[in-house]
T-cell receptor, first 111, second 114 residues
Framework: QKEVEQDPGPLSVPEGAIVSLNCTYS??????FMWYRQYSRKGPELLMY????GNKEDGRFTAQVDKSSKYISLFIRDSQPSDSATYLC???????????FGDGTTLTVKP | KAGVTQTPRYLIKTRGQQVTLSCSPI?????VSWYQQTPGQGLQFLFE???????NKGNFPGRFSGRQFSNSRSEMNVSTLELGDSALYLC?????????????FGEGSRLTVL
């Protein structure tokens, strides 16, 4: 079983929809939780970065971390066609010295 | 501020050959990590270098190696290429070692092994 499981998708939504992307994990040592966005033929781009449990909001994006349930989410409000990309969750703990990634969810926002 | 630069962007090799990929991190970043991305396995950690020292290594065979230079630039080498080594190789830099999360990725080197 993988340490990080991500809802596989793909997701296709109309423009303006609220999108929910989710990951679960098994390693309770994870302290840092990230969401990356990857456009086709590009490298991943850090979108949201959260330490420990709680919510973090940045414009149309909200990241939630529930360490008790080992569950993280990314919400995108008022989704735009430019949000069409693959979204990767990632987690790390300092001792491991690496980030562990989910397999990614491909999102398409249709105009 | 320039981002992470990886060269070459695309390359084609045949089985048994070796390949060297290069990564120039963001100025001031001393940590460089390498990841392999494939459709079946997603992003898999290869290794991390900080101040010219390998700090961590993933579960890859010894054919995969790397190094970091005093200017923080890094190279990775894959010897005796196999078909399964076809992948996007991503380099990421960060200010601190230990992967507390904030990785800045390059656009990757796409390797095809025939």
């Amino acid at each position: 079983q993988k340490e990080v499981e991500q809802d596989p998708g793909p997701l296709s939504v109309p423009e303006g929809a609220i999108v929910s992307l989710n990951c679960t994990y098994s390693n309770s040592a994870f302290q840092y939780f990230m969401w990356y966005r990857q456009y086709s033929r590009k490298g991943p781009e850090l979108l949201m970065y959260t330490y420990s449990s709680g919510n973090k909001e940045d414009g149309r994006f909200t990241a939630q971390v529930d360490k008790s349930s080992k569950y993280i989410s990314l919400f995108i409000r008022d989704s735009q066609p430019s949000d069409s990309a693959t979204y990767l969750c990632a987690m790390s703990d300092t001792n491991a010295g690496k980030s562990t990634f989910g397999d990614g969810t491909t999102l398409t926002v249709k105009p | 501020k320039a981002g992470v630069t990886q060269t070459p962007r695309y390359l084609i090799k045949t089985r048994g050959q070796q390949v060297t990929l290069s990564c120039s991190p963001i100025s001031g970043h001393r940590s460089v990590s390498w990841y392999q991305q494939t459709p079946g396995q997603g992003l898999q950690f290869l290794f991390e270098y900080f101040s010219e020292t390998q700090r961590n290594k993933g579960n890859f065979p010894g054919r995969f190696s790397g190094r970091q230079f005093s200017n923080s630039r890094s190279e990775m080498n894959v010897s005796t290429l196999e078909l399964g080594d076809s992948a996007l190789y991503l380099c990421a830099s960060s200010v601190l070692a230990g992967a507390n999360g904030e990785l800045f990725f390059g656009e990757g080197s796409r390797l095809t092994v025939l």
